[in-house]
């Protein structure tokens, strides 16, 4: 009975010993897999930087400078001083219609976000009539 029990141990020992070097062959194909996947993609990362992006920095160049020149010969040195270039908000100059008695005023805002005119922060949306308690001259 002895040696059957002996054999059995030897058995299982065998087989945790296949199993093991079987992981150990396994763990040692996959670092081989993912040593050539990490050079196979370093490889088309140099490719892709020393020659795709150089034609593509070209192309965007030559795409984009004549736009930017068209936008920069929109006359935007027609702009006042004062005024900032926003793309985003619209400056709405107070005339005899709109806001006369915004006119030549110190507080005047003028910008519409989100299309409600801001037109002073003490009078948001502008005063009635053609005089405004709060008006003062903008050449101070």
Known sequence: MEDWSNELVKSIEAAVLEVENFFVDVTEEFNH?????????EEI??????????????????ILEPILDIYLDLGLDDIEEEETFDPFVTYVHP???QNPAC?????????????????CGMHPLGVEGDSCP??????D
């Not at 897999?33 to 993609?41: A, E, G, R």
Request: proline residues 2%.
């Open 45 to 62: 990362a140099e490719e892709v930087q020393n020659k795709l992006i150089p034609d593509l920095d070209q192309c965007l160049n030559d």
């Open 33 to 41: 897999i993912m040593d050539d996947l990490t050079q196979f993609s």
């Open 95 to 97: 005339s005899a219609t």
């Open 103 to 119: 006119r030549g005023c110190n507080h005047y805002h003028g910008k519409i976000y989100g299309g409600n005119l801001l037109v």
């Open 134 to 139: 709060d008006w003062e001259s903008d050449h």
